[in-house]
């Protein structure tokens, strides 16, 4: 069995939309995202388990604000799958762009 790693997830996001235009290979091979064709969704299309984190809020302040957002860490337990610990942030890299990032911590080598 492979050692816990840390893993970074990237995501750019369209910031008047919100639709997602790229993510990273790590990002799309998440718990979940697997299942989904990322490219022109929104968070709260394939992330609706997660209401309380406010993504879609977060994500429309930062390209209001251009301020950057940062979530603490969070442990995320999908059944049959080891618990592993989340953060993210986003930031605004142009006015037309957000970046998401995840780093998730402790979780096994894929």
Known sequence: MAEPEDFVGVVLVDAASLAISWSND???GL????DYDLLGRRFGDFMPMTPELRIEESLRRVAETGEPHHETVRVLAIPGRPAFAWRWSVYRTHPDELL???RLEGREAP
Do not use: G, T
Not at 31 to 34: D, F, K, S, T, V
């Open 26 to 28: 790590y990002y799309r």
């Open 31 to 34: 718990p979940r995202m697997e």
């Open 100 to 102: 998401v990032v995840y």
